[in-house]
């Protein structure tokens, strides 16, 4: 035997787990503010301490070797220690400080965050809230590589997101009423098999979970149009220029001027997503606290 090698260095640890998750060396070199090189020589030196392979070429890419793959599960255990004492740490200081950064979806991001803002200026002053607005595709990735800390997320009936129990933790929020909204009232979801939808983007789950509604009233939707906003989905509606699914969360603050379907509601799950073992961390248990003031603040609905 050679002898035990000595620790490997963490930060290189790191730069191998972000290419895992990124997929390119670019891609690193611009999460971890890198050059391109810098990364090339980081995974290199990391590969002469191991003494094995890490990356194999693939085509015009690379892939991660079994040997790396093993190093990655153990940085992630790593990170996940190091975020425990983290919070132990900010738990033993008496005022709760420093910066959160958040990403949230569009309607979350309207009609929860400013009041939770209000909430933390008037209690938690010392507390900075960096706040992305991007959908749960996005931002979900954005947790695993810490990107961000916390996301709001969404899960839709009968399409539960999959579960990653050892890589987080959820807490739900609120129950978010999805309704069917016309320019006029309608009976029912089958009326509208001939009318233009707005729908949002294929591939998200909302949109899967809207197609997966109309399929099961018995047709295919014809989604004229495609937006990830929830605004020009009411715009386009009250114009006549379409049908579509509107959350309640959308008229926090107006009255709609278009008919809502209140006899068949679906409802989608609004929570709050974290790093396992995050959630202990005195900046996410007060933000959270935040959240469910926002949440309280808002009107009530019935249906």
Known sequence: MDGVKGM??????????????????????????????????????????????????EGRGVRLTPQAEILVARTEKALRELERAETEIAASLREVSGTLRVAAFQTAMLALLPAALTWLREHHPRVRVEATQAEPDTSLPGLLTRDFDLVIDETFPGRPRPARASEVEHHPLYEDAMRL???????????????????????????????????????????????????????????????????????????????????????????????????????????????????????????
Request: aromatic share 6%; proline share 7%.
């Open 181 to 303: 909204a016309t320019p006029a009232p309608v009976a029912a979801v089958a009326e509208l098999a001939e009318r233009p939808w707005v729908m949002e983007p294929a591939g998200t789950p909302a949109r899967a979970w809207a197609t997966g509604v109309c399929h099961a009233a018995g047709f295919e939707p014809d989604v004229a149009y495609v937006s990830a906003d929830m605004l020009t989905h009411a715009r386009l509606v009250e114009r006549g220029h379409a049908v579509a699914f509107l959350p309640d969360l959308l008229w926090y603050d107006r009255t709609p001027r278009l008919a809502l379907d209140t006899s068949a509601v679906h409802v989608r799950t609004v929570l709050a997503t974290v790093r396992a073992g995050a959630g202990e961390h005195p900046l996410i248990r007060t933000f959270l606290a935040a959240l469910g003031y926002a949440v309280g603040r808002l009107p009530a609905r019935t249906g």
């Open 8 to 57: 490997y260095n963490l930060r290189r640890l790191e730069v191998l787990r972000e290419l895992k998750y990124r997929g390119t060396l670019a891609a690193v070199a611009t999460a971890m503010s890198y050059s391109p090189s810098a990364v090339s020589q980081q995974l290199a030196l990391l590969e002469s301490e191991v003494g094995a392979p890490l990356l194999e070429r």
